[in-house]
């Protein structure tokens, strides 16, 4: 079967999440608010359960990978 409408929000709204973590310095409460969760910690709570880490641990990975990737850019082009 197809998937549900509620499951295409869902994870629309989760990608959403995803990129504004990795590619904004906006609060959670504003992420969660934008997405139309009621708060910071229901967001925070659904986002955990989803991805299986809070948001604040997925920004500072994601913001680690970004960092290590841009240094291996520099490396490479200095060569």
């Known amino acids: 079967m197809g998937?549900?409408?509620s499951e295409m929000l869902a994870e629309l709204r989760l990608n959403i999440a995803c990129r504004l973590l990795a590619?904004?310095?906006?609060r959670l409460s504003d992420i969660a608010k934008s997405l139309a969760y009621t708060n910071a910690s229901s967001f925070s709570r659904t986002f955990?359960?989803?991805m299986k880490v809070q948001p604040v641990i997925?920004?500072?990975q994601q913001r680690a990978r970004?960092?290590?990737m841009?240094?291996?850019?520099?490396r490479?082009?200095?060569r």
């Open 3 to 5: 998937t549900s409408h």
């Open 23 to 26: 590619e904004s310095d906006k």
């Open 48 to 50: 955990a359960r989803l």
């Open 58 to 60: 997925y920004r500072q």
């Open 66 to 68: 970004k960092h290590r």
């Open 70 to 74: 841009a240094c291996q850019e520099t």
């Open 76 to 78: 490479a082009i200095d």
